[in-house]
C-alpha cells in the first residue's frame, strides 16, 4: 500500500491505510518515517480532513491515529468553527458529546484509553469556549442532570468542568478576547451554584467512589481562585472538606491552602473565623498523623513520595496562613497552637530538599520583617531556633562557574542569579533581622558558636566558612560600637587561631592557615567601615594576601588576589594614601612596584584582578599629578614589552610564535582591565599605542587571510584573541562608566575624544577593511564596537557614515539577506547597530540617494519580519524613531519625499506581520507605530498624497480617504471569511483611535484573536448585528 494516496482527495478515506502511515511513523525504519511525517504533516492540512474524524475514530484500528484525528478536529475547532453551518457545527458538537459518553462510561480504561478520553475532554471544551453560552445554554444544567445517571459520567464530568474552569480563569488571557473572556467568566460564576451543588452532592455522598471523589476535590480546588467568597463561608463546603481530611490528605490540604490564601475580607463577624476553623481542624489532623518530636527528616527519606508530598502541602498550608492571618488567629486560637504550627515549620525546615527549604525560608524572612509585634511577644523562644537553622543552611554567597577556553585559559564567572545566591541573600536577611531585634542575643550566639568551634580539635573548613558567611551576612545591622566590639572579639579568635599551629592538626596547617585567612578576609570586605578604621587588622590581611600571592597553589593565589581586589574597592583611600605597618610605603606603591620588578608569579587572570584593585587605588589619590605619575607607573612594564614585541616582530618580518603571541594577548588584556577602571585618563596611554595596534591589526589580519595561517590552528586563533582584544579595549575606552564621572565627560553623557582622533579613524579603518575582506568569518563583536562609538563619542569624524555604510553595512546585509536564522550574532548586531544609526544619522539618511535610502529602509522592515523577538523589537524601535523623527523634520519638502516613497510600504509590511498568525513578538509596539502612522494622518500631519495619484480613479483624494479604502481592502483580502461590515467597524475605528494607543491596541488584538470565531454567510451571524451596525453608524458621525 501506498501511504501517499492518503493525499488524494477523491473517494472515501482508507481509515487502514492512514493506521499504516501513523504506524510507520512510530515505528518504521528511518526512510519510512520521514515518508510517513511528510504525508501526515500534509495530510493533517488538508482543507476538508476535519470531514474523515467521525470516520476515523469509528473505524481505526489504532489508538494513535484517534489522537491525531482528535488533533485535527481540535484545530479545526480553533482555526475554523464557525466557518460552517450552524446545523454542520451541532452535528459535530453532538457526536463528540456521544462519543465521550460512551467512552467514559466504560469500565476498565486502559492507560491509552484513559489519555484518549482525556484528549476527547480537551476537544469538547474547545468546542464550549466556542458555543456557550450563544448555542448552548444548557451545558452546566446538562452536565449536572447527566452527572446523576452514571457515576463513571461524573467523574468524567467533573474533569470537563475542572478544565472548563482553567481555560477561561487561568490560560484565556491569550485565547480569547476580552469581551469574550468576560462574558464567559461571569456566565460561569452565574451558575457556580449548580456546579457546587453537584460537588456537595458527591463529596457528601457514601456510596461515591475514591477516584470521584478525588476528581471532584481537583475541580473544587480549580474554582476556590474564582466563586464568591460567599459560596465558601455561607455553605458547608468548608465542613465537608475538614470531613474529606483524613481519607484525601493532599487534595483537600490543597483547597484549604487556596482558601487561606484568598484575600478574604475579614471585616465581617462571620468571614472571621474562617481560616481559624480550617486551621484548627488541620493542626489537629497534623498532630495526630505527624507528631511534633518525630523525626520528618527520616520519614521524608523512607516513607516515600506520598508522606513527601503531604510534608510539602503542610509547608504551603503553614506558610500561607500564618502569612495571611498570623494576627486572625491570634486573637482566636489559644497561642501554643501558632507555636505548633512554627514548631512545625522548623523541623520541616531542616528536611534536605530545596523547594521545602525556599518555602519556608519565605515565610521566616516576612516574619521577621512583617511580624514583628507577634514574633517579639510570642514567639521569643522561637529566635535562636532560628539562628541555628539559618547557621546550619548558611551558603557561599557567590556561586562561581570555571570556563575554560580552547587555550586552556580558565576563568571564573560569578553567578548572581542562581538559586544559590538568592538564598543567601535570604538568609542574610533574616539573620539581619533577628539582629536587629535582638542584638545581643545573635552576638552571643554566634560568638559561642566561634569559641566552641576555635577550641576543638576537630573543627571543619565547612563549619569555619558557614560561621563566618553567618557573621559577614549581619553587616550593618549593629550599631557601630556594639558592632566594633563583637568584630574584635571575632577577630581575636581567628587570630588566635590561625598563630595556633596545633588547631589543625587534622588537616595540613598551611591549609588551615589559608583558610582562615580567607575568612578574616571574607569579613573585612563585609565590615569595611571597621576594616578602614583598624589598621592593625587591615595591615595583618594585606600582609598575609601578599604572601599569599606567591603561593604555589593556584588556589590559595586565587583567593589572595580576589579578596585584594575587594579590600581596593572597599578602602581605596587607606591603601593609596596611609603607609600600614611594616611597609615602607602605602600598598599601592608596594604592589606597583612588584608588578614592575616581575616579582608577582599570577597567571592572566590572577593579574587582571590585582590590576583592576589598584586601579581602583590610583582613583584615590588626591591629585591628579600623583593619579597620572602611579598610572604610568603601573603601565611602565606593558608599555616597554608592547614596544619590544612589536620592533621584535617588525625585525623578523612579521614571524609569529605562540609565546609571543600570547604574550602579546596579555598585554593588551591587562590593559583593558586599567582601562575599564580608568577609561578618561587611559585614553593618553591609548594615544601611545595606536600607531602600533594600527600595524598589529593589520600584520596579524593579512597573516589569517594568507595560507601560512591554516597550517596552525592554534597560532591562528591567538591571533584571532588578539584582534578581539583590541576591539574590545578600544571600545571600553570610549564608553562610560554608570558609576564614575570621568574627565572628559560631556553633559550629555557622551565622551570626548582627548587623543588624536585621525589616528583613532585610521584604526576604525583598518578594522572595518579586515570585517569585508573576512566576509562571513568577520567577527560580529565590530558591529557592537562602531554601535558604542556612535553612542557615545560627543564628535563624529564626517566621513564615517559613508565608511560604516560601505564597509560594515552592505557585507553584514549579504550575510543575513538570505533567510531568518543564518549568521545570529551578526543578525543582532545589525540590527542594534541600525537602531543606533536611527538615533544618530537619520537626517543624513534622508539627504542618501534614492537607492542607497531604500536600502536602509528595506533593511530595517526585512528585520521586523523577523520571528525571533530580539530581532524584530530592534527593528519595530528602529521604524517608530525613523516615523517620529520624519514627523518633526523642518524640511517639509524633505519629509514628503520621504513619505512618498515609503509610507505605504512600511504601512503594508506592518499589516503584514499584525495578521501573520506565526508573528507573535512585537505587537505592542508595532499596534504603536500603526497607530501614529495613522494618526498623521487623520490629523493631517503629512502635506503631501503618500499614493500613487495615477493609480486611483479620484486623483484629489485625502490620505485619509485613500488609506481607509487600503486598509480595508488589505484586511479583506487577507480575511476572506470575514464580513465587510466587520472590517469596516475595524478599520474606522483604528483611524478613530488612532490617538489613544491603549484603546487602538485593544481594539486589534480582540480583532486578531476574534476572526477565528468569524461565521459563515449561509450559517447566520451570531455578531450581535444591531449593535455592530450602531457602533458603525457612531464612528461615520464621528
Keep these: 500500500m501506498n501511504i501517499e494516496n492518503l493525499l488524494e482527495s477523491q473517494g472515501p ?43 476515523i475514530l469509528e473505524t481505526s484500528q489504532n489508538l494513535r491515529t484517534k489522537f491525531l484525528a482528535l488533533r485535527i478536529l481540535d484545530d479545526f475547532i480553533t482555526v475554523r468553527w464557525h466557518t460552517v453551518p450552524l446545523d454542520t457545527r451541532l452535528s459535530i458538537r453532538n457526536y463528540i458529546v456521544q462519543l465521550v459518553i460512551t467512552i467514559s462510561c466504560t469500565p476498565n480504561l486502559n492507560a491509552l484509553e484513559r489519555i484518549l478520553m482525556a484528549k476527547l475532554n480537551t476537544v469538547l471544551v474547545q468546542i464550549i469556549k466556542k458555543d456557550w453560552p450563544q448555542n448552548w445554554p444548557d451545558l452546566i444544567s446538562e452536565l449536572v442532570a447527566s452527572s446523576q445517571t452514571n457515576l463513571s459520567l461524573c467523574e468524567n464530568n467533573m474533569r470537563i468542568l475542572k478544565l ?26 452565574d451558575e457556580v451554584v449548580m456546579i457546587l451543588g453537584l460537588c456537595q452532592q458527591v463529596l457528601t455522598s457514601k456510596t461515591a467512589p475514591s477516584t470521584l471523589i478525588q476528581a471532584t476535590l481537583e475541580t473544587v480546588s480549580r474554582l476556590l481562585s474564582w466563586i464568591p467568597h460567599k459560596f465558601i463561608s455561607e455553605t458547608q463546603l468548608v465542613p465537608t472538606l475538614i470531613s474529606l481530611l483524613p481519607e484525601n490528605r493532599l487534595l483537600v490540604m490543597e483547597c484549604f491552602t487556596t482558601i487561606v490564601g484568598l484575600p478574604l475580607s475579614l471585616d465581617s463577624g462571620q468571614m472571621k473565623p474562617l481560616p481559624v476553623g480550617i486551621y484548627t481542624a488541620v493542626i489537629d489532623y497534623i498532630q495526630k498523623v505527624l507528631p511534633i518530636h518525630q523525626d520528618v527528616t527520616i520519614l521524608y527519606q523512607d516513607d516515600g513520595s506520598p508522606a513527601q508530598l503531604f510534608i510539602y502541602q503542610s509547608t504551603l498550608f503553614f506558610t500561607t ?46 516574619l521577621t520583617t512583617r511580624h514583628v509585634d507577634i514574633l517579639c511577644k510570642n514567639l521569643q523562644s522561637l529566635m535562636a531556633d532560628l539562628r541555628q537553622l539559618i547557621l546550619e543552611h548558611m551558603l557561599p554567597p557567590d556561586e562561581v562557574l570555571l570556563v575554560e577556553d580552547d587555550e586552556g585559559e580558565v576563568t571564573k564567572e560569578y553567578i548572581k542569579g542562581s538559586d544559590t545566591f538568592v538564598i543567601f541573600q535570604s538568609m542574610g536577611k533574616v539573620l539581619s533581622n533577628l539582629t536587629q531585634l535582638d542584638t545581643q542575643g545573635t552576638i552571643t550566639f554566634l560568638q559561642g558558636k566561634l569559641i566552641s568551634l576555635t577550641q576543638s580539635k576537630q573543627w571543619t573548613l565547612m563549619d569555619m566558612n558557614k560561621l563566618c558567611w553567618a557573621i559577614g551576612s549581619i553587616s550593618g545591622s549593629m550599631d557601630e560600637h556594639v558592632e566594633n566590639s563583637f568584630l574584635s572579639l571575632v577577630l581575636e579568635n581567628l587570630i588566635q587561631l590561625l598563630n595556633d599551629p596545633l588547631s589543625s592538626s587534622s588537616m595540613v596547617t598551611s591549609e588551615a592557615s589559608y583558610m582562615i585567612v580567607s575568612c578574616l578576609v571574607y569579613i573585612g570586605t563585609r565590615y569595611i567601615r571597621f576594616s578602614d578604621t583598624h589598621p592593625i587588622f587591615l595591615n595583618l590581611i594585606l600582609t598575609r594576601l601578599l604572601q599569599y600571592m606567591h603561593d604555589p ?78 598610572f604610568d607607573a603601573l603601565l611602565n612594564t606593558s608599555i616597554k614589552n608592547l614596544s619590544q614585541d612589536w620592533e621584535t616582530f617588525k625585525l623578523e618580518n612579521g614571524a609569529t610564535t605562540i609565546d609571543r603571541l600570547k604574550s602579546l594577548w596579555r598585554i593588551l588584556r591587562l590593559n583593558y582591565v586599567v582601562a575599564s577602571q580608568q577609561r578618561s585618563r587611559y585614553q593618553q596611554i591609548l594615544h601611545r599605542f595606536l600607531g602600533i595596534f594600527i600595524h598589529i591589526y593589520q600584520a596579524i589580519s593579512l597573516f589569517m587571510r594568507s595560507t601560512d595561517s591554516s597550517n596552525d590552528p592554534i597560532e591562528k586563533r591567538w591571533c584571532k584573541k588578539i584582534k578581539q582584544e583590541i576591539i574590545q579595549l578600544i571600545k571600553v575606552t570610549f564608553t562610560p562608566n554608570d558609576d564614575q564621572t570621568n574627565e572628559g565627560d560631556a553633559d550629555d553623557g557622551t565622551v570626548m575624544i582627548t587623543l588624536d582622533s585621525s589616528l583613532l579613524y585610521q584604526l576604525v579603518q583598518v578594522i572595518l577593511d579586515d570585517y569585508r575582506a573576512l566576509g562571513e568569518s568577520s567577527e560580529a563583536m565590530i558591529l557592537s564596537l562602531v554601535q558604542s562609538l556612535i553612542i557615545n563619542l560627543k564628535v563624529l569624524w564626517p566621513q564615517l557614515l559613508g565608511t560604516i555604510l560601505e564597509k560594515l553595512f552592505e557585507p553584514t546585509l549579504m550575510m543575513i539577506k538570505q533567510n531568518f536564522s543564518d549568521f545570529p550574532d ?46 524584530s523589537e530592534l527593528a519595530l524601535q528602529t521604524c517608530y524613531n525613523w516615523i517620529n523623527f520624519v514627523s518633526e523634520v523642518e524640511d517639509e519638502d524633505l519629509a514628503s519625499d520621504f513619505y512618498k516613497a515609503y509610507y505605504l510600504r512600511i504601512l503594508t509590511d506592518l499589516l503584514t506581520v499584525t495578521v501573520d498568525p506565526d508573528y507573535e513578538s512585537g505587537l505592542d509596539l508595532n499596534s504603536q507605530i500603526l497607530a501614529r502612522m495613522l494618526e498623521l494622518v487623520q490629523n493631517g500631519d503629512i502635506y503631501t498624497q503618500v499614493f500613487d495619484t495615477s493609480s486611483v480613479a479620484n486623483p484629489l483624494m485625502s490620505n485619509t480617504t485613500f488609506l481607509q479604502d487600503y486598509v480595508q481592502s488589505f484586511f479583506m483580502h487577507s480575511f476572506p471569511l470575514l464580513q465587510k461590515d466587520q472590517i469596516t467597524v475595524l478599520v474606522m475605528g483604528m483611524f478613530e483611535y488612532s490617538g489613544d494607543h491603549d484603546r487602538f491596541k485593544t481594539d486589534l488584538y480582540d480583532f486578531l484573536l476574534d476572526i477565528r470565531q468569524v461565521d459563515d454567510i449561509d450559517a447566520g451571524n451570531q455578531r450581535q448585528q444591531e449593535e455592530q451596525d450602531a457602533e458603525l453608524e457612531l464612528l461615520r458621525y464621528m
Excluded at 487502514?16 to 510507520?24: F, H, R
Aim: aromatic content about 10%; glycine content about 4%; charged content about 20%.
Design 164 to 189: 472548563l474552569s482553567e481555560e477561561i480563569f487561568d490560560y484565556s488571557k491569550d485565547q480569547l478576547t476580552m469581551a469574550r473572556s468576560h462574558k464567559l467568566q461571569s456566565r460561569m460564576k
Design 826 to 871: 551578526h543578525r543582532l548586531g545589525f540590527y542594534n547597530l541600525l537602531l543606533s544609526m536611527s538615533h544618530r544619522y537619520l537626517l543624513d539618511f534622508l539627504h542618501l540617494p534614492p537607492t542607497l535610502l531604500s536600502i536602509l529602509v528595506d533593511s530595517m522592515l526585512w528585520g521586523i519580519k523577523h520571528t525571533n523577538r530580539d530581532i
Design 321 to 366: 496562613i500564618l502569612s495571611k492571618h498570623v494576627s486572625t488567629l491570634y486573637s482566636f486560637c489559644d497561642p501554643s497552637l501558632i507555636q505548633v504550627a512554627h514548631t512545625y515549620l522548623l523541623r520541616f525546615s531542616q528536611i534536605n530538599d530545596l523547594e521545602v527549604w525556599k518555602t519556608c525560608l519565605e515565610y521566616w524572612e516576612e
Design 553 to 630: 597553589l593556584p588556589v590559595v593565589r586565587d583567593m589572595a588576589c580576589e579578596s585584594f581586589m575587594k579590600i581596593c574597592q572597599g578602602c581605596p583611600s587607606t591603601l593609596a594614601n596611609t603607609k600600614l605597618g611594616d611597609f615602607e610605603f602605602p600598598i599601592l606603591w608596594i604592589v606597583i612596584r612588584d608588578i614592575n620588578s616581575g616579582h608577582l608569579d599570577l597567571d592572566i587572570s590572577q593579574m587582571e584582578l590585582v590590576y583592576g584593585g589598584v586601579s581602583r587605588l590610583i582613583a584615590a589619590l588626591p591629585s591628579k599629578d600623583e593619579q597620572n605619575q602611579a
Design 13 to 55: 478515506l482508507d481509515v487502514a491505510l492512514l493506521d499504516t502511515a501513523v504506524e510507520a511513523f512510530y515505528t518504521g525504519e528511518s526512510t519510512m518515517q520521514k515518508q510517513a511525517e511528510r504525508v501526515l504533516t500534509t495530510f493533517q492540512h488538508l482543507p476538508d480532513v476535519w470531514q474523515h474524524v467521525p470516520t
